[in-house]
Protein backbone atom coordinates (compact mmCIF):
# COMPACT_ATOMS: atom_id res chain seq x y z
CA UNK A 1 0.00 0.00 0.00
CA UNK A 2 3.12 2.49 0.78
CA UNK A 3 4.48 1.58 -2.42
CA UNK A 4 1.52 1.86 -4.43
CA UNK A 5 0.79 5.50 -2.63
CA UNK A 6 4.32 6.82 -3.93
CA UNK A 7 3.75 5.62 -7.08
CA UNK A 8 0.06 7.52 -7.77
CA UNK A 9 2.20 10.48 -5.66
CA UNK A 10 5.14 10.76 -8.09
CA UNK A 11 2.37 10.29 -10.67
CA UNK A 12 0.54 13.29 -9.47
CA UNK A 13 3.15 15.38 -9.00
CA UNK A 14 4.55 14.45 -12.59
CA UNK A 15 1.00 15.51 -14.11
CA UNK A 16 0.97 19.10 -12.34
CA UNK A 17 5.17 19.32 -13.58
CA UNK A 18 6.64 20.79 -16.66
CA UNK A 19 9.21 19.18 -18.61
CA UNK A 20 12.40 21.77 -17.07
CA UNK A 21 10.94 19.90 -13.86
CA UNK A 22 8.91 22.73 -11.72
CA UNK A 23 5.68 22.31 -10.61
CA UNK A 24 3.21 23.92 -13.23
CA UNK A 25 2.41 27.17 -12.65
CA UNK A 26 -1.69 28.12 -12.21
CA UNK A 27 -2.82 30.04 -14.96
CA UNK A 28 -3.39 33.92 -14.11
CA UNK A 29 -5.91 36.62 -14.23
CA UNK A 30 -4.03 39.85 -14.43
CA UNK A 31 -5.60 42.61 -13.50
CA UNK A 32 -4.63 46.51 -15.04
CA UNK A 33 -6.14 49.46 -13.24
CA UNK A 34 -6.83 52.75 -15.35
CA UNK A 35 -7.17 55.58 -12.69
CA UNK A 36 -7.52 59.31 -13.79
CA UNK A 37 -6.79 61.39 -16.38
CA UNK A 38 -5.32 59.33 -18.99
CA UNK A 39 -2.33 62.03 -19.90
CA UNK A 40 0.68 59.77 -20.94
CA UNK A 41 1.27 55.98 -22.39
CA UNK A 42 1.64 54.94 -19.33
CA UNK A 43 -1.96 52.82 -19.19
CA UNK A 44 -1.18 51.46 -22.65
CA UNK A 45 2.23 50.00 -21.75
CA UNK A 46 0.74 48.31 -18.35
CA UNK A 47 -1.69 46.68 -20.95
CA UNK A 48 0.94 45.75 -22.81
CA UNK A 49 3.00 43.84 -20.21
CA UNK A 50 -0.03 41.28 -19.81
CA UNK A 51 0.73 39.96 -23.64
CA UNK A 52 3.72 38.91 -22.37
CA UNK A 53 3.31 36.69 -19.91
CA UNK A 54 2.11 33.08 -21.77
CA UNK A 55 0.29 31.85 -18.00
CA UNK A 56 -2.15 34.65 -18.35
CA UNK A 57 -5.00 32.99 -19.40
CA UNK A 58 -7.36 36.41 -19.10
CA UNK A 59 -7.28 39.94 -17.86
CA UNK A 60 -9.84 42.33 -16.48
CA UNK A 61 -8.88 45.98 -17.31
CA UNK A 62 -10.51 48.17 -13.96
CA UNK A 63 -11.58 51.61 -15.14
CA UNK A 64 -12.07 54.73 -13.40
CA UNK A 65 -11.69 57.53 -15.79
CA UNK A 66 -13.14 60.93 -17.22
CA UNK A 67 -10.75 60.38 -20.32
CA UNK A 68 -8.01 62.32 -21.55
CA UNK A 69 -6.04 62.99 -24.27
CA UNK A 70 -6.17 61.77 -27.49
CA UNK A 71 -3.56 60.15 -28.36
CA UNK A 72 -2.83 58.19 -25.12
CA UNK A 73 -6.76 57.30 -25.25
CA UNK A 74 -6.34 56.20 -28.74
CA UNK A 75 -3.23 53.98 -27.64
CA UNK A 76 -4.51 52.39 -24.80
CA UNK A 77 -7.28 51.26 -27.38
CA UNK A 78 -5.41 50.03 -29.48
CA UNK A 79 -3.35 47.86 -26.62
CA UNK A 80 -6.47 46.58 -25.30
CA UNK A 81 -7.77 45.60 -28.72
CA UNK A 82 -4.19 43.92 -29.70
CA UNK A 83 -4.64 41.92 -26.31
CA UNK A 84 -8.21 40.93 -26.95
CA UNK A 85 -6.64 38.65 -29.96
CA UNK A 86 -5.27 36.63 -27.73
CA UNK A 87 -6.31 36.72 -24.40
CA UNK A 88 -10.00 36.72 -23.49
CA UNK A 89 -10.05 40.57 -21.74
CA UNK A 90 -13.24 41.53 -19.48
CA UNK A 91 -13.62 45.74 -18.85
CA UNK A 92 -15.71 47.64 -15.96
CA UNK A 93 -16.03 50.77 -15.43
CA UNK A 94 -16.33 52.25 -11.96
CA UNK A 95 -17.64 55.33 -10.97
CA UNK A 96 -16.78 57.14 -14.31
CA UNK A 97 -15.82 55.81 -17.48
CA UNK A 98 -16.14 58.87 -19.84
CA UNK A 99 -14.68 59.90 -23.57
CA UNK A 100 -11.56 58.97 -24.25
CA UNK A 101 -11.97 56.29 -21.33
CA UNK A 102 -15.02 54.79 -22.63
CA UNK A 103 -13.36 54.61 -26.13
CA UNK A 104 -10.20 52.27 -24.42
CA UNK A 105 -13.00 50.22 -22.86
CA UNK A 106 -15.21 49.58 -25.63
CA UNK A 107 -11.95 47.17 -26.88
CA UNK A 108 -12.81 44.17 -24.22
CA UNK A 109 -14.46 41.66 -25.35
CA UNK A 110 -17.09 41.83 -22.23
CA UNK A 111 -17.36 45.12 -20.39
CA UNK A 112 -19.30 45.31 -17.48
CA UNK A 113 -20.30 48.27 -15.37
CA UNK A 114 -21.73 49.14 -12.10
CA UNK A 115 -25.23 49.96 -11.40
CA UNK A 116 -24.43 53.84 -10.96
CA UNK A 117 -21.14 53.83 -12.78
CA UNK A 118 -21.37 57.67 -15.18
CA UNK A 119 -21.12 55.74 -18.90
CA UNK A 120 -20.51 58.03 -22.10
CA UNK A 121 -19.94 61.92 -23.13
CA UNK A 122 -18.20 60.06 -26.63
CA UNK A 123 -17.11 63.84 -27.24
CA UNK A 124 -13.75 65.95 -27.64
CA UNK A 125 -13.25 69.14 -25.84
CA UNK A 126 -10.34 72.03 -26.97
CA UNK A 127 -9.68 75.02 -24.62
CA UNK A 128 -8.60 78.78 -26.28
CA UNK A 129 -8.22 81.18 -22.66
CA UNK A 130 -7.61 84.62 -24.62
CA UNK A 131 -5.57 86.64 -21.82
CA UNK A 132 -5.27 89.21 -24.87
CA UNK A 133 -7.19 92.08 -22.84
CA UNK A 134 -5.78 91.53 -19.92
CA UNK A 135 -2.67 91.55 -21.32
CA UNK A 136 -3.39 95.22 -22.71
CA UNK A 137 -5.25 96.49 -19.47
CA UNK A 138 -1.91 95.71 -17.44
CA UNK A 139 0.34 97.12 -20.28
CA UNK A 140 2.10 93.68 -21.09
CA UNK A 141 3.80 93.57 -24.36
CA UNK A 142 4.67 90.58 -26.10
CA UNK A 143 6.55 89.70 -29.48
CA UNK A 144 6.16 86.60 -31.30
CA UNK A 145 8.44 84.95 -33.67
CA UNK A 146 7.16 81.98 -36.01
CA UNK A 147 6.85 79.84 -39.16
CA UNK A 148 3.32 80.04 -39.91
CA UNK A 149 0.32 82.10 -39.32
CA UNK A 150 -1.04 79.19 -36.60
CA UNK A 151 1.98 78.26 -35.30
CA UNK A 152 0.47 80.01 -31.91
CA UNK A 153 -2.10 78.27 -31.81
CA UNK A 154 -4.19 78.62 -28.13
CA UNK A 155 -1.76 81.10 -27.25
CA UNK A 156 -2.87 82.99 -24.52
CA UNK A 157 -2.21 86.71 -25.73
CA UNK A 158 -4.88 86.41 -28.77
CA UNK A 159 -7.66 85.09 -29.15
CA UNK A 160 -8.92 83.00 -32.35
CA UNK A 161 -9.82 84.24 -36.05
CA UNK A 162 -12.91 83.39 -37.17
CA UNK A 163 -11.04 80.99 -39.81
CA UNK A 164 -8.75 79.30 -36.98
CA UNK A 165 -12.62 78.73 -34.62
CA UNK A 166 -13.63 76.37 -38.16
CA UNK A 167 -10.14 74.91 -38.14
CA UNK A 168 -10.71 73.82 -34.75
CA UNK A 169 -14.06 73.28 -34.68
CA UNK A 170 -12.92 70.57 -37.69
CA UNK A 171 -10.51 68.87 -36.41
CA UNK A 172 -12.44 67.83 -33.23
CA UNK A 173 -15.07 66.60 -35.77
CA UNK A 174 -12.72 64.55 -36.95
CA UNK A 175 -11.52 63.08 -33.80
CA UNK A 176 -15.05 62.60 -32.69
CA UNK A 177 -15.81 60.71 -35.98
CA UNK A 178 -13.00 58.42 -35.47
CA UNK A 179 -13.86 57.65 -31.77
CA UNK A 180 -17.41 56.83 -32.53
CA UNK A 181 -15.90 54.44 -35.96
CA UNK A 182 -13.93 53.13 -33.19
CA UNK A 183 -16.36 52.46 -30.76
CA UNK A 184 -19.32 51.41 -33.61
CA UNK A 185 -16.57 48.51 -34.38
CA UNK A 186 -15.38 47.16 -31.07
CA UNK A 187 -19.21 47.00 -29.71
CA UNK A 188 -20.88 46.14 -32.89
CA UNK A 189 -23.52 49.21 -32.79
CA UNK A 190 -23.90 50.55 -36.12
CA UNK A 191 -22.43 54.02 -36.82
CA UNK A 192 -25.83 55.18 -37.53
CA UNK A 193 -27.81 53.95 -33.87
CA UNK A 194 -24.70 55.49 -31.89
CA UNK A 195 -25.51 58.52 -33.59
CA UNK A 196 -28.67 58.45 -32.14
CA UNK A 197 -27.52 58.32 -28.62
CA UNK A 198 -27.49 61.21 -26.32
CA UNK A 199 -23.95 59.88 -25.27
CA UNK A 200 -22.75 61.24 -28.16
CA UNK A 201 -23.75 64.78 -27.41
CA UNK A 202 -21.65 64.59 -24.93
CA UNK A 203 -23.94 63.82 -21.88
CA UNK A 204 -23.31 60.29 -19.69
CA UNK A 205 -25.85 57.60 -18.32
CA UNK A 206 -26.07 55.33 -15.62
CA UNK A 207 -24.67 51.66 -15.89
CA UNK A 208 -27.97 50.35 -15.71
CA UNK A 209 -28.86 52.56 -18.57
CA UNK A 210 -25.61 51.57 -20.58
CA UNK A 211 -26.69 47.62 -21.01
CA UNK A 212 -29.99 48.22 -22.83
CA UNK A 213 -27.82 50.83 -25.15
CA UNK A 214 -25.57 47.83 -25.92
CA UNK A 215 -23.06 50.26 -24.48
CA UNK A 216 -21.83 47.58 -21.69
CA UNK A 217 -22.82 44.11 -21.32
CA UNK A 218 -24.09 43.74 -17.94
CA UNK A 219 -23.91 44.89 -14.32
CA UNK A 220 -21.61 44.09 -11.89
CA UNK A 221 -21.52 45.10 -7.91
CA UNK A 222 -17.88 44.56 -6.85
CA UNK A 223 -14.38 44.27 -8.91
CA UNK A 224 -13.92 40.78 -7.43
CA UNK A 225 -17.15 40.00 -9.02
CA UNK A 226 -15.82 40.96 -12.36
CA UNK A 227 -12.63 38.69 -12.05
CA UNK A 228 -15.40 35.98 -11.19
CA UNK A 229 -16.97 36.18 -14.52
CA UNK A 230 -13.68 36.72 -15.92
CA UNK A 231 -12.43 33.02 -14.84
CA UNK A 232 -15.91 31.47 -15.78
CA UNK A 233 -15.30 32.60 -19.55
CA UNK A 234 -12.41 31.36 -19.32
CA UNK A 235 -13.88 28.33 -18.05
CA UNK A 236 -11.51 28.32 -14.95
CA UNK A 237 -12.79 27.24 -11.80
CA UNK A 238 -12.14 28.45 -8.28
CA UNK A 239 -8.67 27.74 -7.24
CA UNK A 240 -7.39 26.62 -10.72
CA UNK A 241 -6.02 30.70 -11.40
CA UNK A 242 -4.27 33.51 -9.36
CA UNK A 243 -5.15 36.99 -9.78
CA UNK A 244 -1.90 39.23 -10.38
CA UNK A 245 -1.57 42.50 -11.16
CA UNK A 246 -0.24 44.05 -14.56
CA UNK A 247 2.50 46.03 -12.45
CA UNK A 248 4.27 42.97 -11.27
CA UNK A 249 4.41 40.97 -14.20
CA UNK A 250 7.85 40.45 -15.59
CA UNK A 251 9.21 41.85 -18.27
CA UNK A 252 12.15 40.25 -19.60
Not at 202 to 226: C, K, S
Amino acid sequence: MLVVFLVLAGIYYFARSDFTGGTREKPKIAVAEVEGVIENFEPAHRVSTIAKDNSVTAAVIEIDSPGGYVSPSFQLESAISTLSENELTVGVLGQLGASGAYLAASAVDNLYVHHDSLVGSLGVIAIWVSLEEYYENKGIEHYVFQTGPHKDLFAPWRGPTENEKRMIQNKIYEIQNRMLNTVSQNRSIPENNLHTLKVVKGEVVRGFQAVPMDLADGIVNTYEEAIRKAAEEAGLEDGEYKVVSAENIAVS
